[in-house]
């Protein structure tokens, strides 16, 4: 496939296009589940078509340009999670051709190839929550920008200066993707060791990235939300609490063997020498990137197998030379089918297990990713719910009332009753969109219901045995057992 590849023609386009789609199309056709991510945006999403206030009547940690990309695309396909999925391979496509003639036209591999859009392709679907339209995945399209800003700098040839748009499209990214600010570090440090950048462009750099972010932060301060977007937003920068919805070493066995060849290729003597000052500059800037990347998503709150879709970039650049400089052909061929295979094998592990409801157990466990089958939808079906927890599964086919979706956020009100203001914004936030149930997977409603004496009227525990606890409005509850 290598071989096949190597040199770029225009019909080899097509067959890239079908590899792709042979690659995609059976997963979404067969296996294709509901993340709870994506369950999160688009209840976000219906929130804001109704005409509420992100991060003051939703209180979630998406992010800004992720909920305003959603609230967009729901205006279209509203609850179709197929087709947010589609367009998120549509942008994969895109990612991968364009990553491919960036490398191509700014000479940076020596060869017309089309090696990395067909690694590029491979490694976004390593996992299932690559194919869904997720902060990570938007933000690569801008970091992808980012690099080729950044390659044009490194060119002693340039003409002008690019590191406006450098802090520019890292600024866009990270109003995506936050953690991803840190990348500000890779052309720092390469600027510093291989140009001579003045210091009035690394000060352009970081005024355009700041200024980027000041724009969304104008925005909520013009509205006098500008705390909540902080609360939700930019405080999860500082906080350095993460949790993994995938263990740690399940993560670090998707990436394994990709890391290990560009690791082995950083230290194998002469791997450069073909190669012009440009071109070496430009590998040394990948390698930064690769081993900064790694350690963005601590930053964030939770961390997926996609969290690290950014180093795909860098890993594609890095194997495209492993690839294209391995003198011999039937080394290269069956070190190529070696990487794709075991790559592939813990996902198509995974989707199996998935197929058979779990009857095989994967090497992967992630089911803190996926949607759960409710045991009886008809309770929250068309209705407007409450979750009192992680578990976000009770909003399919249904509403959310009041603001608390992310519990990490709503735990500032659910945790602290015992203050006169609090109970005063629970009694509020409750009272302007009373839920037609609410479930308490956290024990916490008895003490909601103690504290806001108003609101136990309004509710009932629907058994006392059932878990999580399910308080429904007397209205529905009285309705449903007039109707049976």
Not at 281 to 306: D, H, K, T
């Amino acid at each position: 496939m290598v071989s096949f590849f190597r040199i770029s023609t225009s019909y080899k386009y097509i067959f890239l296009l079908l590899l792709f789609l042979l690659i995609r199309l059976p997963v979404h056709w067969y296996f294709m589940p509901t993340l709870q991510a994506e369950l999160s945006a688009i209840i976000v999403a219906k929130k804001l078509n109704e005409g509420a206030i992100l991060y003051k009547e939703v209180w979630a940690s998406i992010s800004p340009a992720l909920a305003v990309v959603y609230w967009f695309l729901y205006q279209f396909f509203e609850d179709n999670i197929s087709a947010y999925q589609i367009i998120a391979s549509l942008l994969v496509l895109w990612q991968a051709l364009t990553f491919n003639q960036l490398l191509v036209n700014r000479r940076i591999l020596q060869e017309n190839t089309l090696i990395p859009a067909l690694l590029y392709i491979l490694l976004m679907n390593l996992f299932i929550d690559f194919y869904s339209l997720s902060a990570p995945l938007l933000a690569n399209t801008f970091l992808l920008l980012a690099i080729k800003y950044i390659f044009l700098q490194l060119n002693e040839k340039r003409k002008n200066s690019t590191v406006f748009e450098i802090g520019v499209y890292l600024g866009i990214a990270s109003l995506f993707y936050l953690p991803v600010i840190l990348l500000v570090a890779v052309p720092i440090l390469a600027f510093l060791i291989a140009t001579s950048t003045p210091l009035r462009d690394y000060l352009i750099m970081f005024f355009s990235l700041l200024f980027t972010l000041f724009i969304v932060f104008l925005v909520f301060y013009v509205n006098g939300i500008e705390y909540h977007l902080y609360h939700s937003f930019f405080k999860s920068l500082f906080m350095f609490e993460f949790s993994w919805l995938v263990s740690w070493w399940q993560v670090f066995l998707l990436y394994l063997l990709s890391v290990f060849i560009c690791v082995f290729l950083l230290f194998t003597p002469n791997k450069f020498n073909r190669y012009n000052n440009y071109q070496n500059r430009c590998s040394n800037v990948m390698f930064l990137w690769l081993f900064v990347s790694l350690a963005v998503p601590l930053l964030a709150n939770n961390i997926s197998p996609s969290s690290f879709m950014i180093t795909i970039p860098a890993l594609v650049f890095l194997l495209s030379h492993y690839f294209l400089d391995t003198k011999s052909k039937l080394l290269t061929e069956l070190g190529f089918l070696m990487w794709a295979g075991s790559t592939f094998f813990l996902h198509y592990d995974f989707l199996y297990s998935l197929r058979q409801d779990f009857q095989h157990t994967p090497i992967i466990q992630a089911n803190q990713l996926l949607v759960k089958s409710l045991t009886n939808p008809a309770i929250t079906q068309n209705k407007r719910v409450l979750v009192i927890g992680d578990d976000l599964s009770y909003y399919q086919k249904a509403s959310l009332a009041t603001p608390y979706l992310d519990y990490n956020l709503s735990r500032e009100h659910f945790e602290n009753l015992d203050h006169y203001q609090t109970v005063v914004a629970v009694y509020e936030n409750f009272r302007t969109d009373l839920p037609d149930v609410i479930i308490d997977q956290k024990q916490i409603m008895p003490q909601i219901l103690e504290a806001v004496p108003l609101l136990a009227r309004e509710y009932e525990l629907l058994g006392a045995s059932v878990k999580p606890r399910i308080y429904v409005k007397k209205f529905y509850q009285s309705k449903q057992q007039s109707s049976s």
